[in-house]
């Protein structure tokens, strides 16, 4: 640990640390305006200047590495002056009706708090220094975009760049002249996947969620966990007089690291739609018709009755649902089994996640993953066989795309050209149906070009020789014809892999949902296992 003095006070700083990391970890506030925590510091908006004795000028905390004896002043009058003039600057674009419109927006509570005049401009007047208006744009189904309110921080251009991967927002022009605009006529013409990343960070209200603008802000704010896909992301749910207005992710969580995708930041308009359902129907003479609980229950249990009666408990099915929770999921084959008396139990897992529980079993012992999420930006080597991460679970898609943006390596196997093969360093578009041949062929050009761990083989592996006689018949030149797939992409693709270490692999329903389901598992498995990228 390192020694310095914050304002004359003895503080413990961490080797590496940047000056406003240690000093919110001592509780000292100083204002930032372009920092967001999910971002790379860049110090472009200069409002977390401090003074630091013996260097010649003050210095911006963000980016700026603690050293061992610092003597740290955060708000001297020199310090608290270059703040308020910094504002003044930015403040001679930004419209006055925004400030008293937005009061609890960062930007406008640092006016508030340096005591920055804004009545001298109104939001029918152009701006001083550029002349004319910037961009207004309601097309987006979610989101409202008033570039008047911009302070040309940068922040959505860099967290669309460094969180989402989607590049949207681009700088134009330089200087005063700056314009942020998005990659295309307007925003809902762009690349925009909806993530709301842009809006959760700009400080001004230049960017601004519809719901808000239509419900009002959030009065009341309770954290939980998306229930859309399995990735488990949690997220900050906003209330207003009952309703949901905003969702916005958590900052804190290792999942998705203060992100969220459409799903979970847009897709809750069906709590309060008019056409949902709040109450049990039950269909008489070819219509629905509203009834009781006690009604529903009664019709039910009735009927349950009667199908027994007549013709036995193996008459009934019971499906439980990927959806509920473990406990409610319990419950359901419970019910199944005592009270029915059937074994007659299914859910989606059975064709979603039972090839791989099944195939990891059978050759580790459990049918659970290897890795973590984090794995992902510790991994050299990505494949990506039968899911579509991009599409089905943005948050991870985007981490993956992130990973390789910053040089790991990518190999995508999928009939379908998804977002990802865009980004890969080899894509082998596969003839539908024939994951097993394929992976096995990758397997064969490892072993043949003796790309395989031997010291990991030789401290997990058992009957690898009769395995590498096996995997001979489905050399890459075999394969390729019934695969559709060059010979010389699958021994590519054999290399990245195997050399690319540590390598991760992700697999989903492109690889499960197929009769040969388990062996396509098993075959992604022992591609793990010959390289010896299994158990890091």
């Known amino acids: 640990m390192l020694q310095v003095k914050v304002n004359g ?110 009545s001298g401009r109104r939001d029918e007047e152009p701006t001083p220094r550029r002349g004319t208006a910037r961009l207004e744009d309601a097309t987006h189904p979610y989101i409202q975009i008033d570039m008047n309110r911009c302070v040309t921080c940068f922040r959505c251009l860099r967290i669309c760049e460094e969180l989402q991967g989607q590049f ?4 134009w022009k330089r200087g005063d002249a700056t314009d942020i605009l998005p990659d295309g006529p307007t ?17 001004t209200g230049a960017l601004e969620d519809k719901t808000v603008l239509a419900g009002g802000a959030p009065l009341m704010w309770t954290r939980t966990t998306c229930p859309y896909c399995g990735v488990g992301c949690e997220m900050q749910v906003g209330t207003r007089q009952g309703q949901i207005v905003q969702i916005t992710p958590a900052l804190d969580v290792p999942v998705n690291k203060g992100h969220l995708c459409v799903k979970g930041r847009y897709a809750f308009g069906f709590t309060n739609a008019p056409d949902r359902i ?72 059975r064709v979603c996640h039972a090839p791989t529980a099944a195939a990891m079993k059978a050759v580790f012992g459990t049918g659970a993953a290897t890795n973590s999420f984090d794995d992902i930006e510790q991994a050299a080597a990505i494949l990506i066989c039968g ?33 990802l093969a865009r980004y890969a360093d080899v894509y082998l578009q596969l003839r ?57 992409d699958i021994r590519r693709a054999a290399r990245v892999y195997a050399t690319g270490k540590p390598a991760i692999c992700f697999h989903g329903l492109g690889v499960t949902e197929h009769v040969q389901g388990t062996d396509g598992v098993k075959a992604l498995v022992n591609l793990a296992l010959l390289t010896g990228n299994f158990g890091k």
């Open 187 to 203: 925003l809902l013409a762009s690349p925009c996947v909806s993530c709301g990343a842009c809006v959760d960070t700009c400080p």
């Open 9 to 118: 006070r003895d503080v413990e700083a961490r080797e590496g640390s940047t000056i406003l990391e240690v000093l919110r970890t001592a509780r000292i506030d100083v204002p930032t305006l372009c920092h967001d925590d999910r971002l790379k510091p860049s110090g472009a908006c200069r409002l977390c200047v401090v003074g630091i004795k013996g260097w010649p000028r003050p210095v911006t905390a963000c980016n700026t590495k603690i050293a061992n004896g610092m003597e740290i002043t955060t708000h001297s009058a020199e310090v608290e002056a270059l703040r308020r003039t910094l504002l003044q600057l930015l403040v001679e674009d930004y419209p006055a009706a925004a400030a008293e419109q937005y009061p609890n927006k960062q930007f406008n509570r640092l006016l508030q708090e340096y005591k920055v005049d804004v």
């Open 278 to 349: 709040t109450k049990p129907m039950i269909r008489q003479n070819g219509k629905w018709e509203k009834i009781s609980w006690k009604e529903a229950i009664d019709c039910v249990a009735k009927n349950l009755t009667r199908l027994l009666e007549e013709f036995g408990p193996e008459s009934i099915g019971v499906l439980g649902s990927a959806r509920a929770t473990n406990e409610e999921n319990y419950l359901t084959q419970k019910f199944a089994r005592v009270v029915l008396g059937t074994n007659n139990v299914d859910c989606c897992a």
């Open 168 to 171: 949207v927002w681009k700088a």
């Open 432 to 488: 539908p149906g024939t994951n097993v041949a394929l992976l096995n062929a990758l397997v064969c050009a490892i072993v043949e070009e003796n790309l395989c761990d031997s010291r990991a083989v030789a401290e997990r592996v058992s009957g690898l020789h009769e395995f590498q006689q096996f995997v001979r018949d489905y050399a890459p030149d075999k394969v390729a014809p019934i695969c559709s797939v060059a010979a010389d």
């Open 387 to 419: 899911c579509n991460p991009t599409e089905n679970h943005p948050i991870v898609g985007a981490r993956i795309k992130q990973a390789v943006l910053h040089g790991a390596k990518l190999i995508v196997i999928d009939p379908r050209q998804i977002e």
